[in-house]
């Protein structure tokens, strides 16, 4: 993260336009937003289509107070519409909002407020769709019985409240949760490889001396302890979690897909995913100052 933010800031600050016209038609303004993505449940044109939809459909804007200095993307109207672009890695994103290649780039709310407490060069404005969700799994390859291991340890995380205590203790403050988790260790029981890409800080966080920190490593270090498992982590990159799962680099990732209610288990390619762990609504859009 450390070099995600040094890089970013070492640029020169550009001004961010929040449209331009397309062609000759000087009338339509469109604003292109980043976002880290692999084309596997929706491709960027799908994704532009859905979010355009719900844009020309009424959104909900929201505002945060101080110390967030918040803007908007350009009011509802039928000549202002979203292009998006996919990124395999975050600190990738930012160098392309710093170059001025995208106008904004799209990241969970949690990822907007950690970046927003350590970027002094971006500001945010916040459009939540009313009709966009994304849930967060577990992913892993053809291996249903270890998924459906995890499903009854995430219930009962749920049903004690282990869940909803993490939870808050690691994406309520920014400032909270970077700790690497500890890990329990058992003999004669097999060591899994979850990868970690820190591409979602702080659910998904490497620090700065390279350590996968987190969330996700705080549910995985539990999981590891009902499931009586080894877990080692794995630092990849985000791009790189289909081939890592597939090819067995690694034996764990962490997915998201989008949809209200969507839940799949089974890919075409084999990757089957775990209950979702927690669902997502709200959307921070960081541009530039």
Do not use: H
């Not at 979010?51 to 200095?69: V, W």
């Not at 084999?270 to 100052?289: C, H, N, R, T």
């Amino acid at each position: 993260m450390k070099k995600i933010i040094s890089v970013f800031l070492s640029l020169s600050l550009l001004i961010c336009a929040g449209g331009y016209a397309l062609g000759e038609d000087a009338a339509e303004r469109v604003y292109v937003r980043g976002e880290i993505r692999e084309m596997l449940d929706m491709t960027e044109e799908t994704l532009a289509e859905v979010m355009n939809q719900a844009y020309q459909n009424g959104i909900t804007e929201k505002l945060y107070e101080s110390p967030l200095q918040a803007i908007l993307v350009p009011s509802a109207d039928k000549n202002f519409r979203l292009e998006t672009r996919f990124f395999g890695s975050l600190s990738e994103m930012l160098l392309a909002l710093d170059a001025g290649v995208i106008d904004g780039a799209c990241v969970p709310e949690y990822v907007g407020k950690y970046l927003l407490a350590r970027l002094d060069g971006v500001r945010a404005g916040m459009v939540e769709f009313s009709n966009i969700r994304e849930s967060y799994y577990l992913g892993f390859y053809r291996n249903a019985e270890l998924r459906d291991q995890v499903n009854k340890a995430l219930a009962e995380m749920k049903a004690d409240g282990t869940l909803s205590r993490l939870l808050v203790q690691y994406l309520q403050n920014v400032d909270q949760g970077t700790e690497p988790a500890k890990f329990a260790s058992f003999e004669g029981t097999p060591t899994l490889k979850a990868a970690v890409t820190g591409d979602l800080p702080p659910i998904d966080l490497i620090t700065e001396n390279g350590s996968p920190a987190g969330f996700n490593t705080a549910l995985l270090s539990e999981l590891g302890r009902r499931l009586k498992i080894n877990f080692e982590l794995v630092n990849i990159e985000s791009s790189a979690r289909t081939v890592s799962l597939t090819s067995g680099v690694v034996d764990v990732v962490f997915w998201y897909l989008y949809g209200e209610n969507y839940v799949i288990t089974d890919m075409d390619n084999g990757i089957q995913l775990s209950a979702p762990y927690y669902d997502l609504d709200d959307w921070f859009y960081i541009e530039k100052k």
